[in-house]
């Protein structure tokens, strides 16, 4: 009879470490001392034009002087990068909107958040009903604010929010559709999904706004961006469809017929015990394409919609403002990487919650 | 809708009663896989208490028969009366059939994003509407019977075999089934932990609880069936008590099945 004994102890030696991974051989040696040279000389100049040399705040281009960046541009023009052209007086309520996003999705990072829950479905529910209610007005003695002024961040969000909740149900019922047994259903399905997705999204925005109205019969004409958002929600929902449909595939039949034996009809099935395994099977797929999506919402500029990407390649082209592309460009990728960051952090918790350590 | 299911409940108490306390009736069935025919022209009637025993070499379509009675396989000829109800194509009327039919399968089948409880208590919430306190009490009051109440809130995946094999077994218990189902529970588990399930399945079955069973463990059919069916081809070769089965088998397949059997 053996005793157990404690696992034995990995201490952590910097020293030692590096010795055996940084420098255990002649090529190692090279290659770090060669890294930590580009890091060296990379590093410093870059921080230089980000912080140290950059010019924040001034009261025209003229103050931008130095080698370094030139953030006083978009601080001056940050307002439009947000808002667009919405009016200035009625800009409080986009700030309400950001605000309740913020307050809806932030808590979601943060495990021990009070009624966190409740916050994301207020987040999915109540959130877009609000912003419906408040971003075009025309109602409640809301003055109207028309779509074709709404721009920048506000209009990025907007385009990756509604195609995100829209087609991620569609998504699910687009997929349950195409596992059918119902002939009729499943072909629609596959006719839908094949069709939206074997289509460029640049040739949706395109039909959406040139050609389909030549379809719609007159006086429905509907606004430009409405139709954007019709187009890349449908098209969302086919690449949306088809990373669920590879989630329910994979959940084995046992547990379709333990839940039918049990009595569970069709939807009870489907909501309570196969999507839920299925859907987080799939986590990384389904953000992955919501980051995708978050990307592609920049295309709209083609139809002449102006999101954060928009709002700022416009203004870099401002004469009296030098040479000021690559710090707008760095602003928007910033923008973008917070967002889509924030999004994949998100999925990595809630897989790591979800996992109740069952492997088949 | 409720009146509809009333209805058809009562209906199903008076035909019972007919029935002489028949429970499971199949008559004259027969099912095809494409052109595979896997059960053949099969007749069972099945008393209120009954337990069976199903055996016999694999492929024979046992599987398949049990899975017919609560409708997860479907039969294309014939006629299968479950508690006074008729598996036909009516969604209704098979869904009326399987809340009252428990199932354990071969491989648990758990849900595994649930935990123990939550497994157990799923289908009284949303198929019988049972108030969640009520269904979460009576949830632990199988689990007690089935020896795991401490386990309650664990996940599936973090439990042995055995102990996920009695909770599948609680699950089902949970819906107050008239009928319980086993297909080959003791076949994917580790020898030690089989006699843990074979217990949880006598007291069941001393509890006068109807139960078909296929199953290998020859022990069990000795000490609990009232009968043991032999399957062969699709076909039931042979049906009988126990003692009779064992000591005296009139088939030339089952004399031949049960020497390969008792051998090991
Ligand atoms: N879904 C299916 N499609 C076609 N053949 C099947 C299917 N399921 C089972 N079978 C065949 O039917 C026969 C009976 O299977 P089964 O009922 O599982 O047998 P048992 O449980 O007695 O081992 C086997 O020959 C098997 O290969
Ligand atoms: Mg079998």
Same mark, same amino acid.
Request: net charge neutral; glycine share 8%.
């Given at each position: 009879?053996?005793?157990?004994?404690?696992?034995?102890?990995?201490?952590?030696?910097?020293?030692?470490?590096?010795?055996?991974?940084?420098?255990?051989?002649?090529?190692?040696?090279?290659?770090?001392?060669?890294?930590?040279?580009?890091?060296?000389?990379?590093?410093?100049?870059?921080?230089?034009?980000?912080?140290?040399?950059?010019?924040?705040?001034?009261?025209?281009?003229?103050?931008?002087?130095?080698?370094?960046?030139?953030?006083?541009?978009?601080?001056?023009?940050?307002?439009?990068?947000?808002?667009?052209?919405?009016?200035?007086?009625?800009?409080?309520?986009?700030?309400?909107?950001?605000?309740?996003?913020?307050?809806?999705?932030?808590?979601?990072?943060?495990?021990?958040?009070?009624?966190?829950?409740?916050?994301?479905?207020?987040?999915?529910?109540?959130?877009?009903?609000?912003?419906?209610?408040?971003?075009?007005?025309?109602?409640?003695?809301?003055?109207?604010?028309?779509s074709?002024?709404?721009?920048?961040?506000?209009?990025?969000?907007i385009l990756a929010?509604v195609g995100?909740?829209g087609s991620?149900?569609l998504?699910?019922?687009?997929?349950?559709?195409?596992?059918?047994?119902?002939?009729?259903?499943?072909?629609?399905?596959?006719?839908f999904?094949?069709v939206w997705r074997a289509v460029p999204l640049i040739t949706v925005l395109f039909m959406a706004s040139v050609m389909l109205p030549?379809f719609l019969?007159?006086?429905?004409?509907f606004e430009k961006l409405l139709r954007a958002l019709i187009g890349i929600t449908l098209w969302q929902s086919a690449y949306?469809?088809?990373?669920?449909?590879?989630?329910?595939?994979?959940?084995?039949?046992?547990?379709?017929?333990?839940?039918?034996?049990?009595?569970?009809?069709?939807?009870?099935?489907?909501?309570?015990?196969?999507?839920?395994?299925?859907?987080?099977?799939?986590?990384?797929?389904?953000?992955?394409?919501?980051?995708?999506l978050?990307?592609d919402t920049t295309l709209v500029l083609i139809i002449g919609l102006?999101?954060?990407?928009?709002?700022?390649?416009?203004?870099?082209?401002?004469?009296?403002?030098?040479?000021?592309?690559?710090?707008?460009?760095?602003?928007?990728?910033?923008?973008?990487?917070?967002?889509?960051?924030?999004?994949?952090?998100?999925?990595?918790?809630?897989?790591?919650?979800?996992?109740?350590?069952?492997?088949? | 809708?409720?009146?509809?299911?009333?209805?058809?409940?009562?209906? +199903?108490?008076?035909?019972?009663?007919?029935?002489? !306390?028949?429970?499971?009736?199949? @008559?004259?069935? *027969? =099912?095809?896989? $494409?052109?595979?025919?896997?059960?053949?022209?099969?007749?069972?009637?099945?008393?209120?208490?009954?337990?069976?025993?199903?055996?016999?070499?694999?492929?024979?379509?046992?599987?398949?028969?049990?899975?017919?009675?609560?409708?997860?396989?479907?039969?294309?000829?014939?006629?299968?009366?479950?508690?006074?109800?008729?598996?036909?194509?009516?969604?209704?009327?098979?869904?009326?059939?399987?809340?009252?039919?428990?199932?354990?399968?071969?491989?648990?089948?758990?849900?595994?994003?649930?935990?123990?409880?939550?497994?157990?208590?799923?289908?009284?919430?949303?198929?019988?509407?049972?108030?969640?306190?009520? +269904?979460?009490?009576?949830?632990?009051?199988?689990? !007690?019977?089935?020896?795991?109440? @401490?386990?309650? *809130? =664990?996940?599936? $995946?973090?439990?042995?075999?055995?102990?996920?094999?009695?909770?599948?077994?609680?699950?089902?218990?949970?819906?107050?089934?008239?009928?319980?189902?086993?297909?080959?529970?003791?076949?994917?588990?580790?020898?030690?932990?089989?006699?843990?399930?074979?217990?949880?399945?006598?007291?069941?079955?001393?509890?006068?609880?109807?139960?078909?069973?296929?199953?290998?463990?020859?022990?069990?059919?000795?000490?609990?069936?009232?009968?043991?069916?032999?399957?062969?081809?699709?076909?039931?070769?042979?049906?009988?008590?126990?003692?009779?089965?064992?000591?005296?088998?009139?088939?030339?397949?089952?004399?031949?099945?049960?020497?390969?059997?008792?051998?090991?």
């Amino acid at each position: 009879m053996s005793e157990s004994m404690a696992p034995p102890k990995r201490a952590f030696a910097p020293i030692r470490w590096m010795r055996e991974n940084l420098f255990n051989t002649w090529y190692n040696v090279l290659l770090t001392v060669v890294v930590v040279y580009m890091i060296g000389t990379s590093v410093g100049p870059l921080l230089n034009w980000l912080f140290l040399d950059a010019t924040f705040t001034g009261a025209d281009p003229k103050d931008c002087i130095g080698d370094g960046a030139c953030w006083l541009f978009i601080n001056q023009r940050l307002n439009f990068f947000m808002y667009g052209f919405y009016p200035d007086a009625q800009q409080w309520r986009v700030d309400i909107m950001f605000l309740l996003l913020a307050v809806a999705f932030v808590p979601q990072f943060i495990e021990r958040f009070p009624a966190r829950r409740w916050l994301g479905i207020f987040g999915m529910t109540g959130l877009p009903i609000i912003g419906y209610i408040l971003i075009p007005g025309g109602w409640f003695g809301l003055e109207e604010v028309q779509s074709h002024k709404w721009g920048g961040l506000m209009l990025t969000l907007i385009l990756a929010y509604v195609g995100i909740i829209g087609s991620l149900p569609l998504g699910v019922i687009l997929a349950l559709g195409r596992r059918s047994e119902m002939p009729i259903i499943r072909g629609f399905c596959v006719i839908f999904i094949e069709v939206w997705r074997a289509v460029p999204l640049i040739t949706v925005l395109f039909m959406a706004s040139v050609m389909l109205p030549l379809f719609l019969p007159e006086g429905m004409n509907f606004e430009k961006l409405l139709r954007a958002l019709i187009g890349i929600t449908l098209w969302q929902s086919a690449y949306m469809a088809e990373v669920i449909r590879g989630g329910l595939q994979a959940i084995p039949r046992g547990q379709y017929e333990a839940a039918s034996a049990l009595g569970l009809g069709y939807w009870r099935k489907m909501r309570l015990i196969i999507l839920p395994q299925a859907l987080t099977l799939v986590i990384p797929g389904i953000v992955n394409t919501f980051i995708g999506l978050f990307m592609d919402t920049t295309l709209v500029l083609i139809i002449g919609l102006f999101d954060i990407l928009g709002t700022v390649q416009s203004t870099i082209t401002d004469p009296s403002w030098q040479n000021v592309a690559t710090e707008g460009y760095v602003f928007v990728a910033f923008c973008f990487w917070v967002f889509c960051f924030g999004m994949s952090r998100y999925s990595q918790n809630l897989e790591r919650k979800l996992d109740t350590g069952h492997k088949t | 809708m409720t009146e509809q299911m009333q209805s058809e409940q009562g209906q +199903a108490v008076v035909d019972s009663a007919k029935a002489d !306390k028949t429970i499971i009736h199949v @008559e004259a069935m *027969n =099912k095809w896989y $494409g052109s595979f025919h896997v059960l053949k022209n099969l007749n069972l009637d099945v008393a209120q208490g009954e337990r069976i025993v199903i055996c016999g070499p694999s492929g024979s379509g046992k599987s398949t028969f049990i899975r017919c009675i609560n409708r997860l396989e479907e039969h294309q000829q014939g006629k299968i009366v479950v508690d006074g109800v008729e598996l036909t194509d009516d969604v209704r009327q098979i869904d009326s059939v399987r809340r009252e039919v428990g199932m354990v399968f071969q491989h648990f089948n758990l849900f595994p994003h649930m935990t123990v409880l939550e497994n157990c208590c799923v289908a009284p919430i949303w198929v019988r509407k049972t108030p969640r306190k009520e +269904a979460e009490a009576t949830a632990m009051e199988y689990l !007690k019977r089935v020896k795991i109440p @401490e386990q309650a *809130n =664990k996940y599936p $995946g973090q439990l042995s075999g055995g102990q996920q094999q009695r909770v599948a077994i609680a699950r089902a218990l949970c819906m107050k089934p008239k009928i319980m189902l086993f297909d080959e529970p003791t076949s994917a588990l580790d020898p030690e932990m089989i006699k843990e399930v074979l217990d949880t399945m006598v007291e069941l079955a001393s509890s006068g609880m109807t139960m078909l069973c296929v199953t290998h463990e020859m022990g069990f059919a000795k000490t609990v069936a009232d009968r043991v069916i032999f399957m062969d081809g699709g076909e039931i070769v042979e049906s009988a008590p126990p003692h009779e089965f064992f000591d005296n088998p009139r088939e030339p397949r089952t004399q031949q099945f049960l020497k390969q059997i008792l051998h090991h």
